[in-house]
């Protein structure tokens, strides 16, 4: 893939008051941008060093104030591999990044996206749980961890401003939420406890909140509360195949799953293996409990 047009930076649209988003190509992520008083916090860096340096001009385009800080959402290309285009800007990460960006396949992933894998940065602040983000007269940006799901290391980002008036409060969502398409289940998703977390994002989330999916256009929270639901549909089925003793590779063809199968592809063994560990941490974990109760 070359730099051209399929690598094109949109444009800013307002999401709420001092809060914006843009597209990068090629993967249409969503990269955002809140600006506060004194200082702005991006979310998302595109998915090269060179395209995370455009979006930094980006930046420097419709405001003035200092770009303080950059959050990455997780790991994948298209959400962390523009780091490298913001030298002496504070980067926000989840701990697990700093294993999983050093990985070999992301250095192959770099060479197969035309650029030169040094040029990767890992996240120089790694966070376990929550971090806040100050944005000058008291208002904050908090960034959190709220649990594994659709990889290891995904944060949120919550601007929830109470000081302001009619600020209906935004949620960065980062992929654990979609909007363009079902959720993507790949080989570092957590089937066991995607919903789990979705249940704490839908606890966050106020009535009125305005979520910002990674792929797709903002939503509100009902769409939390559907693809939460789907998501764990995908878990229970999964429990069920295997309970039934569907081998693997028959686990996609016989699943009655609520996406197109190629969005649930690359997880099947990750799934498998997680569903089985559970259950040998836990003896009959894996059961459904049926009454009476013994
Ligand atoms: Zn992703």
Same mark, same amino acid.
């Given at each position: 893939?070359?730099?051209?047009?399929?690598?094109?930076?949109?444009?800013?649209?307002?999401?709420?008051?001092?809060?914006?988003? @843009?597209? =990068?190509?090629?993967?249409?992520?969503?990269?955002? #941008?809140? %600006? /506060?008083?004194?200082?702005?916090? &991006? !979310?998302?860096?595109?998915?090269?060093?060179?395209?995370?340096?455009?979006?930094?001009?980006?930046?420097?385009?419709?405001?003035?104030?200092?770009?303080?800080?950059?959050?990455?959402?997780?790991?994948?290309?298209?959400?962390?591999?523009?780091?490298?285009?913001?030298?002496?800007?504070?980067?926000?990460?989840?701990?697990?990044?700093?294993?999983?960006?050093?990985?070999?396949?992301?250095?192959?992933?770099?060479?197969?996206?035309?650029?030169?894998?040094?040029?990767?940065?890992?996240?120089?602040?790694?966070?376990?749980?929550?971090?806040?983000?100050? @944005?000058? =007269?008291?208002?904050?940006?908090?960034?959190?961890? #709220?649990? %594994? /799901?659709?990889?290891?290391?995904? &944060? !949120?980002?919550?601007?929830?401003?109470?000081?302001?008036?009619?600020?209906?409060?935004?949620?960065?969502?980062?992929?654990?939420?979609?909007?363009?398409?079902?959720?993507?289940?790949?080989?570092?998703?957590?089937?066991?406890?995607?919903?789990?977390?979705?249940?704490?994002?839908?606890?966050?989330?106020?009535?009125?909140?305005?979520?910002?999916?990674?792929?797709?256009?903002?939503?509100?929270?009902?769409?939390?509360?559907?693809?939460?639901?789907?998501?764990?549909?995908?878990?229970?089925?999964?429990?069920?195949?295997?309970?039934?003793?569907?081998?693997?590779?028959?686990?996609?063809?016989?699943?009655?799953?609520?996406?197109?199968?190629?969005?649930?592809?690359?997880?099947?063994?990750?799934?498998?293996?997680?569903?089985?560990?559970?259950?040998?941490?836990?003896?009959?974990?894996?059961?459904?409990?049926?009454?009476?109760?013994?």
């Amino acid at each position: 893939m070359s730099e051209t047009r399929e690598w094109v930076v949109g444009e800013w649209q307002e999401v709420a008051d001092g809060v914006f988003r @843009l597209v =990068a190509q090629p993967a249409s992520v969503n990269i955002g #941008l809140v %600006v /506060g008083p004194e200082a702005a916090l &991006l !979310i998302d860096t595109g998915s090269s060093p060179a395209q995370g340096a455009r979006i930094r001009d980006a930046v420097a385009r419709l405001t003035d104030r200092p770009l303080a800080t950059v959050v990455v959402t997780h790991d994948h290309f298209d959400h962390a591999f523009g780091l490298g285009g913001f030298a002496g800007v504070r980067t926000v990460g989840h701990e697990s990044l700093a294993e999983t960006l050093s990985a070999p396949e992301v250095a192959d992933g770099a060479r197969e996206l035309g650029f030169d894998p040094d040029l990767l940065a890992v996240p120089e602040t790694l966070i376990a749980v929550a971090d806040a983000v100050e @944005l000058g =007269a008291g208002r904050v940006a908090e960034v959190a961890h #709220l649990g %594994v /799901g659709h990889s290891h290391g995904d &944060l !949120i980002v919550n601007i929830a401003d109470p000081g302001a008036d009619g600020f209906p409060g935004v949620i960065f969502a980062g992929d654990l939420i979609e909007s363009a398409g079902p959720p993507y289940f790949g080989p570092d998703s957590s089937v066991d406890e995607w919903s789990w977390t979705l249940d704490r994002l839908y606890n966050l989330a106020r009535p009125g909140v305005i979520i910002v999916p990674g792929h797709g256009d903002p939503v509100d929270r009902e769409l939390v509360r559907e693809q939460r639901d789907a998501v764990d549909a995908v878990r229970v089925e999964f429990e069920r195949l295997q309970a039934e003793g569907v081998p693997e590779d028959e686990a996609l063809a016989r699943g009655n799953w609520p996406f197109p199968a190629q969005h649930i592809a690359g997880v099947v063994g990750a799934a498998y293996a997680e569903l089985r560990a559970r259950a040998e941490r836990q003896p009959g974990a894996g059961d459904r409990p049926t009454l009476p109760l013994a």
